[in-house]
């Protein structure tokens, strides 16, 4: 079993990255290690570049997503943390693999499509071949698992159609004439309860870094005042919580604050509805308020900790991207060998 997960560096680390991803991050390290498997999780600082960009905000929020990611239970030693950059093998493989991506299946993909907008003649190359990047990024390792929120499920599927083109293609035989794949189809892992945890001030817009309200998410460095306002000002609706959760249905931002409770707490949504159900959103956001300070408050405090010693968190992605270089040459070689490219 072997993991692959990145993280873009840009902005705060939200509830959004925490409960869809980093929490699955951090629980897949231990099932891993307990299996002598390896995880391996990244700053995806070169994705970030494919949008416009501050360099000097970029080299401070590599450091402190970096610190962010070790105070959610990260731990350097048990996994490989490291940032994109300083294992070049990701962009050497990109190129390769950009010779079997096709230009229709990145024409397709969603993210591109929201983040170009209308302007697509003014997006950048980068924000277009970014999902090739994406799946040279765990290809490299032949991930065998993905764990990510639900909208990085295309990107996903295309890494698996960019890898089985490669393998027909290009797969050499070994010694019994039999083709010897070079790269292994990940599976994605998407946590049900939390897949798309939405906008705190839109239950029809998913909680992200680029919203311009930051009331709209919960930084996961958001101090205790700052965590219960948000919540008291989060868009709900004037119904009390229904005691099923069928009664949820057509009430998005209900359903998703409810779904914030479940996952933070491990509570079925049932189990929430049985307690709160015929309540209204004056009980229940002070008590969903608290559960989130109270999980939230130990984190923010170790990123406090942590984030005051940069010296510290380069060393941390030093060691990680030379056990990360290792681990990706056998695969980038491997490639090139199977495209005729002489590497000498
Ligand atoms: P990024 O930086 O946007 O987000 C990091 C992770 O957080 C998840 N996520 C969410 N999950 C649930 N609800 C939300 N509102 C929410 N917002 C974000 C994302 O699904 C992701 O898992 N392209 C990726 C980074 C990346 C990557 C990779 C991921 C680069 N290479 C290789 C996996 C494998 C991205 O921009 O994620």
Redesign the pocket.
Known sequence: MRI?????P?GNL?????????KNWVKMQDDVAAQGGQSLY?L?DL?AISMPHDPKTLSANTREMTAALVACGIDPDRSILFN?TQVPQHAELQWLLNGTARMGWLSRMT?FKDKSGKNREGASVALFT??V??AA??LLYQ?TH???????KQ??EL?RDIAQKFNNDFAPKDENGEDAPVFTLPDPIIPPE??????LRDGGS????SDPSDMARINLTDDADTIMKKVKKAKSDAEPLPSEKAGLEGRAEAANLVGIYSAMTGQSVEAILAEFGGEGFGKFKPALGEVLVEKLAPINERFNELRKDYGALDAILAKGAARARELATPTLHAAYDALGLVRG
Do not use: C
């Not at 692959?4 to 873009?8: E, R, Y």
């Not at 509830?15 to 869809?20: A, C, D, E, V």
């Not at 939390?194 to 906008?199: D, L, Q, V, Y």
């Not at 998913?206 to 870094?209: A, G, T, V």
């Open positions: 692959v997960s990145g993280i873009q840009t939200h509830l959004g990255n925490y409960l869809g991803a980093i990244f995806a994705h994109q993210q970014y999902p990047l994406q990024d765990v991930a993905v764990p990510v929120g639900e909208d990085q990107h996903l890494a939390a897949a798309r945890i939405m906008s998913k909680m992200s870094k």
